[in-house]
């Protein structure tokens, strides 16, 4: 036998060997795509190369993915041996299992978990508990296929957010609309593929298309931006130019020193190297928009970038609550600072049940990356 000949027979036999294997020990599947993943986490945040590196693996491994027929008749054609159909389920769940916990740590860092953030951060969390519990993939999942589809949009869309913006340095405003687009253009061709489409039902698929694509752009508020978080923010009456450093950061302070002083809100934002990205500054008081302020910033700082606004106009009622929201160019927020100003007899009250009668000003917690 010539050796071209012997060729297929030798992958034929390690291909079989190696099925035997994930046969015989399923967890090892569910062990890689977790480990693999989260190293792939904290390998990118070692360097840009290696980011642009391991985000493009993601990507083509999905590209095969979605080719999975062409790349089955292609080897039989090469080989004469088509792929057992166990081993390509086995590859598409460990190609889900390494995308999720490759994309989690990122948005569990980002999210702002008092927002409706939490409920995309916790439908990635719970698709990757799924991914990883062979019961509930394989015949709960993979056995209906209308959720098996919505899974792996999720799970694609949740790459793509990651991704772009790290291989193509593509900003939030760009990233979110171009990973919304490709993954409901997906879902649309796979919907296709698996349903007898007549007129009727061919309206209906298109019509459902459209509304899953809206549903995903009104609903980019609750999507945390995946490679943007806060690394360090404050509420202060004063800022050092030169080292551009916050003074002390305050959490209560009276209508008084509002006014003599005005407040800055300083951010210091993480985004990847090469990323020129737009965030506002948008001031709320009792829950009403007072102030947009736009700014720009460039990654690559491991500390993050620092950014602040100076507000000195306040409005004749400033007491109540304030929040100032980090937001994206896309509407995503990134974060949200907090603070409260007391009107002159709160201050006064303060003051007589204080000991030293010293104005309010108390540290704010950092938050934890929000």
Do not use: C
């Amino acid at each position: 036998m010539t050796p071209s000949a012997l060729a297929p027979s030798i992958w034929k036999t390690r291909a079989l060997a190696l099925f035997a294997l994930i046969e015989r020990y399923p967890r090892l599947i569910a062990l890689y795509g977790f480990v693999s993943g989260v190293a792939s986490f904290f390998m990118v945040d070692r360097g840009a190369r290696l980011a642009t590196l391991i985000a493009a693996i993601m990507l083509v491994s999905w590209l095969l993915l979605l080719l999975e027929s062409l790349v089955r008749r292609l080897v039989a054609r090469l080989s004469g041996w088509e792929l057992p159909p166990p081993l390509l389920r086995f590859a598409t769940q460990l190609i889900h299992q390494e995308s999720l916990f490759f994309v989690l740590p990122f948005f569990l860092v980002t999210t702002s978990w008092n927002s409706g953030q939490s409920l995309f951060t916790g439908l990635l969390v719970v698709a990757a508990l799924v991914s990883v519990i062979d019961p509930l993939y394989h015949q709960r999942l993979a056995n209906r296929r209308w959720l098996y589809l919505a899974f792996h949009t999720l799970t694609l869309f949740a790459v793509l957010l990651t991704a772009l913006p790290i291989i193509l340095h593509l900003s939030t405003a760009q990233s979110y609309p171009l990973a919304l687009g490709i993954a409901v253009l997906l879902s649309f061709a796979s919907l296709y593929s698996v349903m007898r489409v007549r007129r009727w039902r061919g309206l209906a698929l298109i019509g459902l298309t459209l509304l899953l694509g809206l549903g995903g752009w009104l609903a980019r508020v609750w999507v945390p931006p995946a490679t943007l978080w806060l690394t360090e923010v404050a509420v202060t009456t004063r800022m050092d130019d030169g080292n551009r450093t916050p003074g002390d950061s305050v959490h209560d302070l009276d209508i008084a020193q509002l006014r003599a002083q005005g407040l800055f809100a300083y951010t210091a934002i993480n985004a990847p190297r090469g990323l020129n990205e737009r965030i506002y500054h948008e001031w709320w008081h009792n829950g009403e928009p007072i102030d947009r302020i736009a700014l720009d910033i460039h990654g690559g700082r491991k500390a993050g970038y620092r950014a602040w606004t100076h507000k000195q106009n306040f409005p004749d009622d400033a007491e109540g609550r304030w929040q100032v929201k980090v937001l994206t160019e896309a509407g995503q927020m990134i974060g949200t600072l907090r603070f409260h100003v007391s009107g002159p007899n709160e201050a006064a009250d303060d003051a007589a049940s204080s000991d030293d009668h010293a104005a309010a000003v108390v540290p704010l917690p950092q938050p934890k990356n929000q």
